[in-house]
């Protein structure tokens, strides 16, 4: 089934809130990124800056003698590092051959074992190693390895310190949480704003649609009975030219009111596109309904009208044609089955009573009957519709209810203009 146009500018809509939120999420998620993997990398200079101190002082108090081939590491004991954090050791490693000496101040539980073989790495690749490794009760532990050099230059072993790691981990995670949960309620954000920019940007495009669809539906709707007629008056003078004479003024006037709702139609598509104003002028509501009766045919129903004078402040064709409408929906349907209509019209105060002696509406349908391609006594509504959108545009309102006796009232009420207007 093909889609209409406000369905595909509805898609459009969705369209362009999904790639304004794609390409904000993606600059957001990378913008996050970069800042979770700074703090990552904050947070390991921070820590590595405390080991770097504590592993090049005890480097330079590291004492080897030459003679006996030994290292010492009798500075270091007396040095104030020896009983502080971060923990430190001594370890051999490579060709190193050495007791290890573990600093007096234990900071963290940690295998020597494991730091043995980060020192012999160090060792035999004469670089600092960094490296996180697993303490006591799984805790995280930053890790440094400095190597040590004998007198002769050769790699012995490596100063190897490490420090608790599992607070600034912990920071990193929370931090972590904040930013990516941040993104996502901007991206949310993100989504309304561009849904809202989105629906303002193709409004006018959806409005000019949307008047463009009730204008062909509309038109459709008011010529298919004078069309109707129309053809029929010239079908029959064809089939008996001696009626020519006698079918021309119908057919004349029939053509001539095609042009009027035609005019009427444009006038009102022009006025919600906001185009033209409401020629607003006084009129004699009393005698342009007994007029519109006059000259609307009855064919056999009984229309009876009682009116006042009512002077209101309308546009008369646009109020005409509501009337109109209004008279044709009941000389349709405000009948019984195999019964001429019955119409009585009332115009009082500005207000136009349409009553009909049909089989009314549902009351749970009532509502539903002003709106286009809603049933209610077999009426399509669309007529009904235009009669209300003339009201509303007015500053009036259309109601509809069943009277007790049977049948449907519509109530057209206009504003009353003073008589010294």
Not at 99 to 124: H, I, K, W
Not at 171 to 190: E, Q, S
């Amino acid at each position: 089934m093909s889609r209409s146009a406000a369905d595909r500018l509805r898609g459009l809509r969705r369209l362009l809130t999904v790639v304004f939120t794609g390409i904000n999420a993606i600059g957001l998620i990378v913008f996050a990124w970069l800042l979770v993997t700074n703090d990552d990398r904050q947070g390991d200079q921070q820590l590595d800056a405390q080991l770097e101190r504590v592993t090049a002082v005890v480097a330079r108090l590291l004492q080897f003698d030459a003679t006996n081939g030994t290292l010492t590491t009798g500075f270091v004991a007396r040095d104030q590092l020896n009983d502080e954090c971060p923990q430190f050791a001594v370890l051999p490693g490579a060709s190193g051959d050495f007791p290890a000496y573990t600093s007096a101040q234990q900071c963290v539980q940690v295998d020597l074992p494991l730091l043995g073989g980060f020192a012999d790495e160090a060792a035999r690749s004469g670089k600092i190693e960094y490296g996180q490794i697993r303490g006591a009760g799984d805790r995280r532990l930053r890790m440094r390895a400095e190597p040590v050099r004998s007198t002769s230059g050769q790699y012995i072993g490596a100063v190897v310190a490490v420090t608790d790691g599992q607070a600034a981990y912990d920071d990193h995670v929370r931090y972590t949480f904040i930013v990516f949960g941040g993104c996502l309620v901007l991206i949310a954000g993100l989504a309304l704003a561009g849904h809202f920019f989105a629906g303002r940007a193709i409004r006018p495009a959806a409005a000019a649609l949307e008047q463009q669809e009730i204008l062909l539906a509309e038109t459709a709707h008011d010529l298919r009975t004078p069309v109707a007629a129309l053809r029929a008056l010239a079908e029959t003078s064809l089939r008996h030219p001696d009626q020519t004479r006698e079918l021309l003024p119908r057919t004349v006037q029939l053509a001539s009111r095609m042009g009027g709702i035609i005019d009427s139609l444009l006038v009102r598509a022009r006025l919600a596109a906001g185009v033209d104003d409401l020629a607003i002028q006084p009129v004699w509501l009393d005698q342009l309904v007994t007029g519109l009766v006059e000259d609307t045919p009855a064919g056999g129903a009984s229309v009876t009208v009682t009116a006042a004078p009512s002077l209101v402040q309308v546009d008369p064709g646009l109020i005409q044609r509501a009337i109109g409408n209004l008279l044709d929906n009941a000389l349709r349907y405000g009948r019984q089955p195999d019964q001429p209509a019955i119409v009585h019209i009332t115009v009082a105060g500005g207000r136009v009573t349409v009553a009909d002696h049909g089989p009314g509406v549902e009351d749970a349908v009532a509502d539903g009957t002003l709106d286009r391609f809603t049933s209610g006594s077999g009426s399509t509504g669309l007529g009904l519709s235009i009669v209300r959108w003339v009201a509303q545009a007015h500053g009036g309102s259309l109601t509809v209810y069943n009277a007790d006796e049977g049948g449907a009232i519509f109530e057209l009420v206009l504003p009353v203009a003073s008589p010294r207007a």
